[in-house]
């Protein structure tokens, strides 16, 4: 039995810092000194601008259509390589054009291409981990990937808080803590833009659901985004220093994001000193002068609003030059600072073992056990003799997110026959990565067979035949659409019931992108979050379900019991649909979700509100077990530090979690939060002390009429332990 240490992600590590601090030699070039990669960025940005003309500073600022996807009713151009976007560059200034990719959890539509890409698991499933390393090998594995395949720009970098579990991009973001999400999201992008491509955060922002994206109004006070939503992108940000930032669909407090003047020139530019530039979401951009004044630098995909209408708003006098210079500057800077200038994309093979090999160990991190009554898990081949595998089409693979995030399966949607090629992007799409067979490999005199999981009564009798039942749930999200809830679909349910009442050795392994409910809980004995588990899902499941990796992944979301317990019951409908396109240009004005549960976002929720979750956030169980002692607060270096014992047979890596609570008196002293963590890897009863720095961060309020954050004075209690509702170790913080 091993665990996975994350000294087995160092060499990948080591090359990262490598390349992100390498640049490509350049001869001296009086003609283009801009070009001498020992200057700043900043400086090398400043001369490139005082060569260029209006128009080619207005060519930096739109895009220029895209590859294929006429979804969207846009422009097409051969120059995106087959991508989202194309970008013009200054071709006589050595200033590289902008070819551009979507890669949340590996490059998009590379089967249309021709091409291969990775899959990583699931951005939520990556941030199950806790592991900075993980996340940054997680981002290594793209950009590489996205250069191989001539692409020096991703759209990746997904950080909105889950405060809408039914959110159909759920499975792109980082969780529902600001200071998890954004370390975890900050640490995948910085690691991806060390590869030399321009690096970008995503979707900026209180972008929380599908349904109306286009026109929805997230209401919310300045105070509460800024202590939730707004912390996590200013974590992301502050870690990544991503290129660019992506301004989101939906409007806030009644201004669209991408025109928003608080958001992106106050908050973004001018608080947080952001550099980089902002991106608008494909088809978000809703007005020239307004969007200008307001921050937002580049219109993508095409030229509606930054095109002509710009120079003639120019040449009018109703945009100032320094605007457009504004703009130019920051484009000009990500490109510089990201290395893309100095060091473009080559073309290349891309090393498909590499990738396999990350994207297991990411996995093996990832994956969180629910359940695990009776040590019904790992399977002891010594007891267990036959298997019924049940269900979630487990004989031919694993299911994967849908929209602008999905990466395309090799050979085609492994649940449809040979031939029919890549799924569109509102497909299910299923990887060649089957439970089935990775089980059969790893336990080869163990009887294991397979049911559909269509004919209930077939299954309950393979159950009931078997040692064991493992039955494999599913639930889809995709872009564009909301989850109806977090139930499983279709028959699901009451397969589950069948096959447990068959046989009470019954384990549910789930592959979801979001929380799901479970109304058979109390009848399994074993449930597995396997998440959308990427290009070696089946092979990292099946070392967790055999016991050859101890299980260490914590949950990054709240699973509630029931949706009557979330702060919104449902999702409300949108108005009667129409084409996206008009009602993009002509929304309705009243559909608007109120975000009064403010800061309170998931365990935050329950807490406050004295609800028990199905499972809380930061829970997950392992093979061994672990006892926390011993904890000390040092308030002059606000730190804490505790023991904690692995008790248990196995060896094991524990999340220590920390959280703290405001002092008495404060408005939010009802709730903890999430203060800071640690994984540690421990043997079978070895103790380790552990130094856990609190970050102020997540303690601070801000104060909205003087826009300012405060550290109030007080006594802060601090809680440590495994989750967070169980911290068995109490004290307190003095703030002076």
């Not at 081949?381 to 395309?408: F, L, P, R, T």
Request: net charge negative; hydrophobic share 40%; charged share 20%.
């Amino acid at each position: 039995m091993r665990t996975r240490n994350s000294h087995r992600f160092l060499p990948l590590i080591a090359l990262t810092a490598l390349l992100s601090g390498a640049c490509a030699l350049v001869a001296q070039d009086t003609e283009r000194p801009w070009m001498n990669p020992k200057l700043a960025p900043q400086e090398r940005a400043e001369m490139v601008l005082k060569q260029l003309t209006l128009d080619e500073k207005l060519a930096l600022l739109h895009g220029n259509g895209m590859a294929h996807d006429s979804h969207w009713n846009m422009p097409l151009t051969h120059l995106a390589n087959g991508g989202a976007g194309y970008v013009e560059g200054v071709a006589r200034l050595g200033i590289p054009g902008l070819v551009i990719s979507d890669a949340a959890y590996g490059v998009r539509e590379s089967g249309v291409n021709g091409r291969y890409s990775t899959a990583m698991p699931s951005n939520l499933g990556a941030a199950s981990s806790w592991d900075t390393d993980s996340a940054c090998a997680f981002g290594a594995v793209i950009g590489q990937e996205l250069r191989a395949q001539g692409f020096n720009m991703t759209l990746g970098g997904g950080v909105d808080l889950v405060r809408e579990p039914r959110n159909g991009r759920t499975f792109e973001y980082t969780g529902e803590d600001p200071l998890l999400a954004g370390t975890m999201d900050g640490s995948m992008m910085k690691c991806e833009q060390a590869q030399h491509v321009v690096g970008d955060i995503k979707h900026y922002v209180m972008n929380d659901q599908e349904t109306g994206r286009t026109f929805v109004n997230a209401i919310i006070s300045r105070k509460a985004m800024q202590e939730s939503d707004l912390l996590a992108f200013h974590i992301a940000i502050s870690l990544a220093n991503p290129g660019a930032v992506m301004c989101s669909y939906n409007r806030v407090n009644g201004v669209y994001s991408c025109e928003n003047p608080y958001t992106l020139h106050d908050v973004l530019k001018t608080d947080w000193g952001f550099k980089g530039f902002v991106i608008s979401d494909w088809g978000g951009t809703h007005s020239t002068v307004a969007a200008s004044a307001a921050g937002l630098d580049q219109e993508q995909p095409a030229d509606s609003y930054y095109g002509a209408k710009l120079k003639e708003a120019v040449e009018a006098g109703k945009v100032p030059l320094a605007e457009i210079d504004d703009h130019a500057r920051r484009v000009l800077y990500a490109e510089f600072a990201s290395g893309i200038v100095d060091d473009p994309p080559q073309m290349d093979v891309v090393d498909v073992q590499k990738g396999f090999e990350v994207a297991q160990r990411v996995e093996e991190e990832s994956i969180v056990l629910l359940k695990n009554d009776h040590a019904i898990l790992p399977i002891d081949s010594s007891k267990v003799h036959s298997i019924a595998i049940i269900g979630g089409h487990a004989d031919v693979g694993m299911i994967s997110g849908a929209g602008s995030a999905q990466v395309d399966p090799p050979g085609g949607n492994a649940i449809m026959p040979p031939g029919k090629g890549a799924p569109r992007w509102d497909e299910q799409a299923w990887f060649p990565t089957s439970p089935l067979k990775a089980l059969r490999a790893k336990l080869p005199n163990t009887k294991i067979e397979f049911d559909p999981g269509t004919d209930l009564q077939s299954a309950a009798a393979l159950a009931r035949n078997s040692d064991l039942a493992i039955v494999f749930g599913y639930q889809w999200e995709s872009e564009g659409m909301d989850l109806k809830s977090l139930s499983l679909s279709g028959n699901q349910n009451a397969l589950i019931e069948q096959v447990a009442d068959a046989n009470p050795d019954t384990i549910v392994v789930l592959e979801s992108g979001s929380a799901v409910t479970m109304p058979w809980i109390d009848k399994v004995a074993g449930v597995v979050e396997a998440w959308y588990a990427g290009s070696s899902g089946h092979k990292a499941l099946a070392e967790v379900l055999t016991g050859d990796v101890n299980p260490s992944g914590k949950l990054p979301i709240t699973f509630p019991k029931d949706e009557n317990d979330l702060p919104h019951a449902a999702i409300l409908p949108a108005p009667t649909p129409r084409p996206e396109q008009a009602m993009r240009h002509a929304p309705p004005s009243n559909y608007a979700v109120n975000y009064s549960e403010g800061a309170e976002v998931g365990y935050k929720w329950f807490e406050a509100e004295h609800k028990q979750p199905l499972f809380p956030f930061g829970f997950g169980l392992s093979y061994t077990s672990y006892e926390y002692s011993g904890l000390s607060v040092d308030s002059a270096a606000k730190t804490v530090r505790f023991t904690v014992k692995n008790t248990g047979a196995r060896a094991g890596e524990e999340i220590a979690e920390v959280y703290a609570r405001l002092p008495q008196g404060a408005d939010e002293s009802s709730y903890k939060r999430l203060a800071g963590w640690k994984r540690i890897t421990l043997a079978p009863g070895e103790t380790q002390t552990v130094t856990v720095p609190i970050d102020l961060r997540v303690l601070q309020t801000f104060d909205e009429a003087h826009n300012n954050w405060n550290l109030a004075p007080g006594n802060y209690q601090v809680f440590v332990g495994g989750s967070s509702d169980q911290t068995p170790l109490t004290g307190s913080l003095q703030i002076h």
